[in-house]
């Protein structure tokens, strides 16, 4: 029998380049950028446990100031990427509290802005559970040729051009869209390439799962505790009661629910009126992908990539996963707010 040899991220990109919105080579080069960074982030999430034990990263220091925390780490790793290629005008992340302009002569030029949460669910590193990345990228709307603006990255999320993540799991993914559906490749280490392994990724219609920091219970709004009765509830046939798993780490929970069918809600609550997440670095990208995988993102009410940003660190409240899921949590809000 004649094993194929798997498509690679670089092919990939390169077979695809028309399907790229404008198609003119730098979106590929960026997404390689990206693909760059994330290999050397896997790679230093990968001996996280070993830093104390083989004094790594100065783990003599007492006071931990040599110990550069793994999100600074990211962080740090995907702008000096970023800025090192000529694609990208600006950056902003979750882990700064200002945008950063690229400003120069070779950076002012270029089109694109990406914004970043460098590493999401970065308290599990501690314990080896799954972390990730969240990247988003736009198209700037400043004139080309001057420094990027506030305004280039306060744009609704349906004028994403593509997004991604990549999770740091039991294997290392890169999973993206650039609105032509949504293809996952998983990094193969002896080689050191991430390879195509999930191509057109599809939201099941509905799942079994329900994803939420039932912690966080008593400050919940009314329609959101009703809709956890709700998926409890023994009702065999629509195969409730759903199962609940929760893994604290947002990439990663979309992730399966993705693969497996499934919610994921973190809500307003009294804790945070807002909600928790980040509207620019977290839930945008994440719904544009969603969405192109046949899923639903919204705050409970109105459709994620809708939302016109207003502060670069927003949160909103997220509700994201299976459609039919998603729409039936939604009818539990709506109920709430009528009465
Ligand atoms: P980050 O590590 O980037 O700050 O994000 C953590 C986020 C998200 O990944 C996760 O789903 C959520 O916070 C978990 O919050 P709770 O601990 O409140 O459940
Ligand atoms: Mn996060
Ligand atoms: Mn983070």
Same mark, same amino acid.
């Given at each position: 029998?004649?094993?194929?040899?798997?498509?690679?991220?670089?092919?990939?990109?390169?077979?695809?380049?028309?399907?790229?919105?404008?198609?003119?080579?730098?979106?590929?080069?960026?997404?390689?950028?990206?693909?760059?960074?994330?290999?050397?982030?896997?790679?230093?999430?990968?001996?996280?446990?070993?830093?104390?034990?083989?004094?790594?990263?100065?783990?003599?220091?007492?006071?931990?100031?040599?110990?550069?925390?793994?999100?600074?780490?990211?962080?740090?790793?995907?702008?000096?990427?970023?800025?090192?290629?000529?694609?990208?005008?600006?950056?902003?992340?979750?882990?700064?509290?200002?945008?950063?302009?690229?400003?120069?002569?070779?950076?002012?030029?270029?089109?694109?802005?990406?914004?970043?949460?460098?590493?999401?669910?970065?308290?599990?590193?501690?314990?080896?559970?799954?972390?990730?990345?969240?990247?988003?990228?736009?198209?700037?709307?400043?004139?080309?040729?001057?420094?990027?603006?506030?305004?280039?990255?306060?744009?609704?999320?349906?004028?994403?051009?593509?997004?991604?993540?990549?999770?740091?799991?039991?294997?290392?993914?890169?999973?993206?869209?650039?609105?032509?559906?949504?293809?996952?490749?998983?990094?193969?280490?002896?080689?050191?390439?991430?390879?195509?392994?999930?191509?057109?990724?599809?939201?099941?219609?509905?799942? @079994?799962?329900?994803?939420?920091?039932?912690?966080?219970?008593?400050?919940?709004?009314?329609?959101?505790?009703?809709?956890?009765?709700?998926?409890?509830?023994?009702?065999?046939?629509?195969?409730?009661?759903?199962?609940?798993?929760?893994?604290?780490?947002?990439?990663?929970?979309?992730?399966?629910?993705?693969?497996?069918?499934?919610?994921?809600?973190?809500?307003?609550?009294?804790?945070?009126?807002?909600?928790?997440?980040?509207?620019?670095?977290?839930?945008?990208?994440?719904?544009?992908?969603?969405?192109?995988?046949?899923?639903?993102?919204?705050?409970?009410?109105?459709?994620?990539?809708?939302? @016109?940003?207003?502060?670069?660190?927003?949160?909103?409240?997220?509700?994201?996963?299976?459609?039919?899921?998603?729409?039936?949590?939604?009818?539990?809000?709506?109920?709430?707010?009528?009465?």
């Amino acid at each position: 029998m004649r094993t194929q040899r798997p498509t690679t991220l670089g092919e990939f990109l390169v077979e695809n380049q028309e399907n790229f919105p404008y198609a003119t080579g730098e979106l590929t080069q960026l997404l390689s950028s990206i693909r760059l960074a994330a290999k050397v982030v896997n790679r230093e999430i990968n001996k996280a446990g070993l830093a104390d034990i083989l004094g790594l990263s100065g783990a003599e220091n007492i006071q931990g100031e040599n110990q550069m925390k793994l999100d600074v780490f990211a962080n740090d790793t995907f702008l000096r990427t970023l800025r090192s290629m000529g694609e990208v005008c600006g950056v902003a992340s979750e882990e700064l509290e200002d945008f950063i302009v690229f400003d120069d002569e070779l950076h002012n030029e270029s089109k694109y802005v990406v914004l970043m949460d460098p590493l999401d669910g970065s308290s599990n590193v501690d314990v080896n559970v799954s972390v990730g990345t969240i990247f988003s990228i736009y198209r700037r709307i400043t004139p080309i040729g001057s420094p990027v603006k506030l305004e280039d990255f306060l744009q609704p999320g349906h004028k994403q051009v593509a997004a991604g993540y990549v999770i740091y799991g039991s294997s290392t993914m890169l999973v993206f869209t650039t609105g032509h559906g949504v293809h996952g490749f998983t990094l193969d280490p002896s080689i050191g390439t991430f390879c195509l392994s999930h191509p057109n990724m599809r939201f099941p219609e509905r799942g @079994q799962i329900y994803s939420i920091n039932e912690g966080n219970y008593i400050h919940f709004p009314e329609g959101v505790k009703r809709y956890l009765k709700f998926c409890q509830e023994l009702d065999p046939p629509s195969g409730r009661p759903y199962t609940s798993r929760y893994i604290g780490s947002l990439v990663s929970d979309v992730h399966r629910n993705m693969i497996k069918g499934g919610i994921y809600i973190y809500p307003t609550g009294t804790m945070s009126p807002k909600g928790k997440l980040r509207l620019l670095y977290e839930c945008n990208p994440l719904a544009f992908i969603v969405e192109q995988a046949g899923g639903r993102a919204t705050d409970g009410f109105t459709r994620i990539l809708d939302l @016109q940003p207003t502060e670069l660190h927003q949160r909103v409240p997220y509700f994201v996963g299976s459609t039919a899921m998603v729409l039936e949590a939604e009818s539990f809000l709506r109920s709430d707010h009528n009465e």
